[in-house]
T-cell receptor
Framework: AQSVTQLGSHVSVSEGALVLLRCNYS??????LFWYVQYPNQGLQLLLK??????LVKGINGFEAEFKKSETSFHLTKPSAHMSDAAEYFC??????????????FGRGTSLIVHP | GAVVSQHPSWVICKSGTSVKIECRSL??????MFWYRQFPKQSLMLMAT?????????EQGVEKDKFLINHASLTLSTLTVTSAHPEDSSFYIC?????????????FGPGTRLTVT
């Protein structure tokens, strides 16, 4: 079984400040981990993903995330927030066969609010 | 990257009628497509997985007679909400899976906002 917990339904930052969105996962086998962004009334866009290899993953729009197995975490960060980063962010976990089916399980989402 | 389209982007229908939502993979063939439902300010809930040419696999608690899924070709899947009721109002998102460099990539459509009056 796999699951994702996103700590904090809302995160508020000032423009230019550090963005930190937290995600912890549970998986019985080595997971694949994802962060998606969703703008209002739109679908999901992949920001970045971790499958294997380097644990620090860089994505689009200046975001990055680090896979920490010992902490079962995959937190999303960005050094300097932009107004355009305001959106809903979803962490997701999936597992490949034979333990899984690649189908991701999503967290409840974190709404990022950016103040000018 | 690969593009998944949905049509319509929003639809309003009367209670008791049926509505069909189309999901297309525009530049790749998707043997597997997924349908999700999203309530306001909540996460995506997987409704069903559809494989081209076979019956969809529904998640527990999803009524297959109410949410009819047809994956007739490698680029098209449809979700039909039959005898819609106001509680079916939601944001429906489809997703299509592609095999890229030996790994599965999942691409999401822009979603369809369904309002049942």
């Amino acid at each position: 079984a796999q699951s994702v917990t996103q700590l904090g339904s809302h995160v508020s930052v000032s423009e230019g400040a550090l963005v930190l969105l937290r995600c912890n996962y549970s998986s019985s086998v080595p997971p694949y981990l994802f962060w998606y962004v969703q703008y209002p009334n739109q679908g999901l866009q992949l920001l970045l993903k971790y499958t294997t290899g380097a644990t620090l993953v860089k994505g689009i729009n200046g975001f990055e995330a680090e896979f920490k197995k010992s902490e079962t975490s995959f937190h999303l960060t960005k050094p300097s927030a932009h107004m355009s980063d305001a959106a809903e962010y979803f962490c997701a976990v999936s597992t490949p066969p034979p333990g899984g089916s690649y189908i991701p399980t999503f967290g409840r989402g974190t709404s990022l609010i950016v103040h000018p | 990257g690969a593009v998944v389209s949905q049509h319509p982007s929003w639809v309003i229908c009367k209670s008791g009628t049926s509505v069909k939502i189309e999901c297309r993979s525009l530049d790749f063939q998707a043997t597997t497509m997924f349908w999700y439902r999203q309530f306001p300010k909540q996460s995506l809930m997987l409704m069903a997985t559809s494989n081209e040419g076979s019956k969809a696999t529904y998640e527990q608690g999803v009524e297959k007679d109410k949410f009819l899924i047809n994956h007739a070709s490698l680029t098209l899947s449809t979700l039909t909400v039959t005898s819609a009721h106001p509680e079916d109002s939601s944001f429906y998102i489809c997703s299509a899976r592609d095999l890229v460099a030996g790994e599965y990539e999942q691409y999401f459509g822009p979603g369809t906002r369904l309002t049942v009056t």
